[in-house]
């Protein structure tokens, strides 16, 4: 089975400071790789996601993802946090043709204004 | 579209009564999938299935049973509900598993409490 781990578990920031998140995988085939978010009192959603090409990964509020294949890993960044992106966050992994996704077990993001 | 939607919000069990947890999406997505959150342990994945009539085991599927007889509908069924088993449960659905089509979307979860 694959693995998933998220090396931070809880971050407290202050607003605009730099956010990076770490990701590793184990996994030595081509895999799918995702950052999902869970705002307070939300769904869980997708926040970016690498499947193939350019493994610098744009999402939405500003995200960003690296895709470093020999590093197996899949970091998150975002170069100015705001008090609105305190959520929990999750890396996944999915093998390229298998059916099973696999979730790190969260990071919970705090901004402080 | 009303996207996934789980039923019920919330639900208080004894042990070794028995139930069923709704999912239903209205995207026509082939994948839908169950899993787990349990603090410190992120989401596993109980069970999945890829089509209609389809169906495999996740992670932990142990004390649970899934079927999918429609596209639609993807009903997660406790035999006998165990304290292991108080979590809070998510059904996610995506349009399939290869390339570009296996971004998953969430229901707003079930909080299941097995006493």
């Known amino acids: 089975a694959q693995s998933v781990s998220q090396h931070n578990h809880h971050v407290i920031l202050s607003e605009a400071a730099s956010l990076e998140l770490g990701c590793n995988y184990s996994?030595?085939?081509?895999?799918?790789l995702f950052w999902y978010v869970q705002y307070p009192g939300q769904h869980l959603q997708l926040l970016l996601k690498?499947?193939?090409?350019?493994?610098l990964v744009k999402g939405i509020k500003g995200f960003e993802a690296e895709f470093i294949k020999s590093k197996f890993s899949f970091n998150l960044r975002k170069p100015s946090v705001q008090w609105s992106d305190t959520a929990e966050y999750f890396c996944a992994v999915k093998s390229f043709t298998g059916n099973q996704f696999y979730f790190g077990t969260g990071t919970s993001l705090t901004v402080i204004p | 579209n009303a996207g996934v939607t789980q039923t019920p919000k919330f639900q208080v069990l004894k042990t070794g009564q028995s139930m069923t947890l709704q999912c239903a999406q209205d995207m026509n997505h082939e994948y839908m999938s169950w899993y787990r959150q349990d603090p410190g342990m992120g989401l596993r994945l109980i069970h999945y299935?890829?089509?209609?009539?389809i169906t495999d085991q996740g992670e932990v599927p142990n004390g649970y049973n899934v079927s999918r007889s429609t596209t639609e509908d993807f009903p997660l069924r406790l035999l006998s509900a165990a304290p292991s088993q108080t979590s809070v449960y998510f059904c996610?659905?995506?349009w399939g598993t290869g390339g570009n089509t296996d971004t998953q979307y969430f229901g707003p979860g079930t909080r299941l409490t097995v006493l």
């Open positions: 996610a659905s995506s």
């Open positions: 690498y499947f193939s090409g350019d493994p």
């Open positions: 299935s890829v089509g209609a009539g």
């Open positions: 996994y030595g085939g081509t895999v799918n």
